[in-house]
């Protein structure tokens, strides 16, 4: 396999998303495929917390509109010659919520949302989205459609995204111990809530954060690894490794020949 030329990278980009929609979306992420398609006919979409509305096109005049997450294995997306994937990564319990389906749903697997949504809703985010001419515009057109749900969250959702904040803000390394301590109801009882909204048991969630933390880390600071799985609180390098298969399907090394074969913009977490 030959080595690409440097302006046939992979563009990988992160854009803050406007104030309208930064409440219920952590990101929207962007993903650029050349003409070559080394990297195989699929990429992959990391294990995640959370869940995400992707959108693809490509010359191939394909268009597809699909959910998913929240993944704890590697998602293989299928991508065309010079395709643009734009997904909107949600915060953690929101997306489901808003769609009034299961976090199971889409766990570990890609769903198109014409299966989901009602089908003048799914028309309209289909032909205005798509009619875009550039990303403002389309992303402007998923905020027409966001605007169609409920958004509120009750008292309950509410106290349960602020325990999530807390395991984010940890960046998965949180003792639950000093969650369930604070709670009005049993640790049993937060812990069905926690998997009924998210899609993930607590201790699955807080695995997958501090991979995502992790993945991410290591991007922004060329691949350190060491200092990565020390300052992460992985105990030693085998437990590193191991979680990182499992996680990704690869070794740390094939992982980092990936990544750099993708020039990867303004990273936001």
Not at 198 to 226: D, M, Q
Request: aromatic share 14%; glycine share 4%; net charge positive.
């Amino acid at each position: 396999m030959h080595k690409p030329a440097k302006e046939s990278f992979y563009k990988y980009e992160e854009i803050k998303p406007p104030f309208e929609l930064s409440g219920l979306i952590n990101k929207i992420w962007l993903f650029n495929s050349p003409a070559f398609s080394e990297i195989g006919r699929n990429f992959r979409i990391l294990p995640d917390y959370t869940a995400s509305i992707i959108f693809t096109e490509g010359s191939s005049k394909q268009k597809q509109v699909f959910l998913t997450g929240p993944n704890t294995i590697p998602i293989q997306v299928q991508h065309f010659t010079k395709q643009l994937t734009c997904g909107f990564r949600f915060k953690p319990a929101i997306l489901h919520r808003l769609l009034g389906v299961n976090p199971e749903t889409s766990l570990d697997k890609i769903v198109q949302l014409s299966e989901i949504i009602e089908k003048r809703s799914y028309k309209r985010l289909f032909e205005n989205y798509f009619k875009a001419g550039n990303i403002i515009k389309k992303i402007a057109a998923f905020y027409d459609f966001i605007r169609g749900f409920n958004t509120e969250a009750s008292e309950k959702q509410n106290e349960l995204l602020s325990k999530i904040d807390v395991i984010l803000k940890s960046d998965g390394n949180v003792k639950m111990e000093s969650i369930y301590a604070s709670l009005k109801i049993s640790s049993r009882q937060f812990q069905r809530n926690f998997t009924a909204s998210t899609g993930l048991s607590p201790k699955e969630f807080c695995k997958i954060v501090r991979f995502h933390t992790l993945a991410n880390k290591l991007v922004k600071n060329n691949f350190r690894h060491y200092d990565a799985l020390v300052e992460m609180g992985y105990y030693d390098q085998s437990h590193y490794y191991r979680e990182f298969k499992e996680l990704t399907g690869m070794l740390p090394s094939a992982f980092e020949s990936r990544q750099k074969r993708i020039k990867h913009q303004n990273l936001l977490d």
